[in-house]
Every structure is written in C-alpha cells, then in structure tokens.
C-alpha cells in the first residue's frame, strides 16, 4: 500500500519518493542521470522524478539481449528516454555477442562482465537514478541504500560511520546510506563527481506498491510482457535468474536463443580455452550455461545425481578457469 499507518503515523510512500528525489538534487544544475530500462520499477522513477519537478535526462541502454517488445515499449511510450550504446575500451561499439567472442565464455552469476560493461559503464560522473528496491532479493537489500556511493576509500567510509547514523558499509564494503538526513546529502553533493553515486527513491517499495502507482496514481500503459507471465523485464537469458527463467527466456524467444548458441559455436571454432575447450557445440555450452544457473541442491533433486560442477565431462576445467567462472579467486 502506498500509504502506510505506522506506529509514528501515516507514511505517504509516493510523497516520501518525491522527497528523496528533491533532497539529492545535483545542485551544480546538470540534473539526474536515470537509468530506464522499460520496466515497471523504472517507469516509476521516471514520473515521480516528474512529479518532483526536478532535472532529468532519461537513458535507456542498448544491451542487445533486451526483449524486443520492452524496446517497442519505450520507443513509442517514452520518446523522450535517450538511447545509449555501450562502447569498449577503444571507444567501439560492443553488444552481449561481440563480448562472449571476445571473452570466450559466457557471463555468469559471479562473472557477470557484460553489466558491468553493457550496462553500468554510462552515466559516469552523474548522480544516477535507479528502480532498484530491496523487495527484489535478498542480495539487492544487502547492497544498496537509499543513496550508494561506490568506494572503498576508508577514510571516507570510517568518517560517515562516525557523523552520520544513516551510513552503513555493503557487503561489498561500499558505503550505502540508509536515510535521506543532511549528512547523506552533503555526502552525495561532495562525491557525485568523483565516485559512482546512486540514488534509489523506491528502495523501500514492495511489488504492490509499483503497480498500485503505476495504475491509480501515474495511469500510465505498461510493457506487454507483464501480461504474459514475466515478473521482470531485462537481458534475455540473464543467468542471474534462475535457471527456470532462462529456459523460459529461451523459449519465448528462440531466435535470441540460436543467437547464443551461434555465438558459442563461434567459439569453440576459435581455439577455445578454458572451459569452453570441454565442449563439442554451441548447444553443449548453452545446457550447462542454463544448468550452472540452477543452485546446486535444485539441480541434484531434478537430475537425481549430485551437482557438481564439471563433473558429468571426461576432464574438468582447469582451476584457473573455473575460478574465473565461480569467482573464487
Ligand atoms: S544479461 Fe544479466 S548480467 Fe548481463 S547485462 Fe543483462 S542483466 Fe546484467
């Protein structure tokens, strides 16, 4: 619900919103960055940032895995969001396939290279906007606040713990900031152009929340997915989603699955290395890709034999690579 009674009260949630995104205004006039990406949590901070009548510029980010209908979607519902392709390190274009070739393997939950490239590297040096919220998993509560500020400066770090009550450190020992008080914004004012900085204004909204404002109170249409069963709108074949979703992904859309499995072949026609050296096809890297996205235990329970990784091939992977593919370095 949208409007909570507290033991303290009535919290207005939108109103709460609107006044986080007031309180971490950039105050050097260059306005928020915010990320959209067509889904139902970006829709939100897209007009409540309209409703705080602050400076925006709104950006979507060309993945090239995302669904074609949320491209449809945004291209004829928000002709305003600016489109962004990522670009290498040279300066190029780059998209999902061109990074597996270049990378030879595929992303994985503790190797996920392509957001960190496809997705975050836009927006440097601006206070960026984001749908994020900790209802989503338990991971997303463990990592962000209503503000984040991505360092590991400990200098930085011990003296917020020490002024401000709303700081706190990440499980990846970045500050987050738990409440919008004076601190938190002086803190964002002095790091925006130096550190990554996130502002997160529905961090506390629940599933509900979303669709109770995208429905009564903003009355705006929605991608067409959610009416075809997806919760969630993104990458397809993310392998941050369980494996169920990526064999629904795949399903859904077989054109992008032989698009995978045509870049795996590409591959292993290239000297492979690593893990990828222990498969024969694409279609062989893309089962285990799927199967390496179910948690172990699941996997043993539907395929009645323990999981562990490598272990169904004549030869594992070397070390090197598995660390590189479970990031256990
Ligand atoms: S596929 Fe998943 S990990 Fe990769 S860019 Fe998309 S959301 Fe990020």
């Given at each position: 619900?949208?409007?909570?009674?507290?033991?303290?009260?009535?919290?207005?949630?939108?109103?709460?919103?609107?006044?986080?995104?007031?309180?971490?205004?950039p105050r050097d006039g260059s306005g928020y960055f915010l990320a959209f990406s067509g889904g139902k949590d970006s829709q939100c901070v897209?007009?409540?940032?309209?409703?705080?009548?602050?400076?925006?510029?709104?950006?979507?980010?060309?993945?090239?895995?995302?669904?074609?209908?949320?491209?449809?979607?945004i291209k004829t519902q928000y002709p305003d969001v600016q489109w962004d392709y990522p670009?290498?390190?040279?300066?190029?274009?780059?998209?999902?396939?061109?990074?597996?070739?270049?990378?030879?393997?595929?992303?994985?939950?503790?190797?996920?290279?392509?957001?960190?490239?496809?997705?975050?590297?836009?927006?440097?040096?601006?206070?960026?906007?984001?749908?994020?919220?900790?209802?989503?998993?338990?991971?997303?509560?463990?990592?962000?606040?209503?503000?984040?500020?991505?360092?590991?400066?400990?200098?930085?770090?011990?003296?917020?713990?020490?002024?401000?009550?709303?700081?706190?450190?990440?499980?990846?020992?970045?500050?987050?900031?738990?409440?919008?008080?004076?601190?938190?914004?002086?803190?964002?004012?002095?790091?925006?152009?130096?550190?990554?900085?996130?502002?997160?204004?529905?961090?506390?909204?629940?599933?509900?929340?979303?669709?109770?404002?995208?429905?009564?109170?903003?009355?705006?249409?929605?991608?067409?997915?959610?009416?075809?069963?997806?919760?969630?709108?993104?990458?397809?074949?993310?392998?941050?989603?369980?494996?169920?979703?990526?064999?629904?992904?795949?399903?859904?859309?077989?054109?992008?699955?032989?698009?995978?499995?045509?870049?795996?072949?590409?591959?292993?026609?290239?000297?492979?290395?690593?893990?990828?050296?222990?498969?024969?096809?694409?279609?062989?890297?893309?089962?285990?890709?799927?199967?390496?996205?179910?948690?172990?235990?699941?996997?043993?329970?539907?395929?009645?034999?323990?999981?562990?990784?490598?272990?169904?091939?004549?030869?594992?992977?070397?070390?090197?690579?598995?660390?590189?593919?479970?990031?256990?370095?």
């Open positions: 619900m949208l409007i909570q009674s507290t033991v303290i009260g009535k919290i207005d949630k939108v109103q709460k919103a609107i006044d986080r995104i007031k309180a971490f205004e897209y007009h409540l940032t309209k409703m705080a009548g602050v400076k925006f510029d709104a950006h979507y980010t060309v993945t090239s895995v995302d669904p074609p209908e949320v491209m449809r979607f670009v290498d390190q040279f300066g190029k274009r780059t998209c999902m396939w061109k990074l597996i070739k270049e990378l030879g393997f595929p992303p994985t939950r503790h190797r996920r290279y392509c957001c960190d490239i496809l997705k975050e590297s836009c927006g440097e040096g601006r206070v960026t906007l984001t749908g994020v919220r900790w209802a989503e998993s338990s991971k997303r509560r463990d990592i962000n606040g209503v503000a984040n500020i991505k360092t590991t400066s400990s200098d930085l770090i011990n003296q917020q713990l020490e002024d401000n009550p709303a700081a706190a450190v990440n499980k990846l020992g970045s500050l987050i900031l738990l409440d919008d008080n004076d601190e938190s914004r002086r803190m964002v004012e002095h790091c925006f152009r130096v550190k990554r900085t996130t502002v997160n204004p529905i961090i506390d909204w629940e599933e509900d929340d979303v669709w109770e404002f995208l429905l009564d109170v903003a009355k705006v249409p929605y991608c067409s997915l959610y009416d075809h069963g997806f919760t969630r709108v993104g990458c397809i074949g993310c392998p941050l989603q369980h494996g169920n979703g990526m064999i629904h992904d795949f399903e859904y859309w077989p054109r992008y699955r032989q698009l995978y499995v045509d870049t795996f072949d590409q591959v292993l026609q290239n000297s492979p290395s690593g893990y990828m050296a222990q498969f024969n096809t694409g279609e062989e890297v893309l089962t285990d890709w799927i199967r390496r996205s179910f948690k172990d235990d699941e996997w043993a329970a539907e395929n009645n034999e323990p999981y562990s990784p490598g272990n169904d091939k004549e030869q594992n992977p070397p070390q090197y690579m598995m660390d590189i593919i479970y990031g256990t370095e």
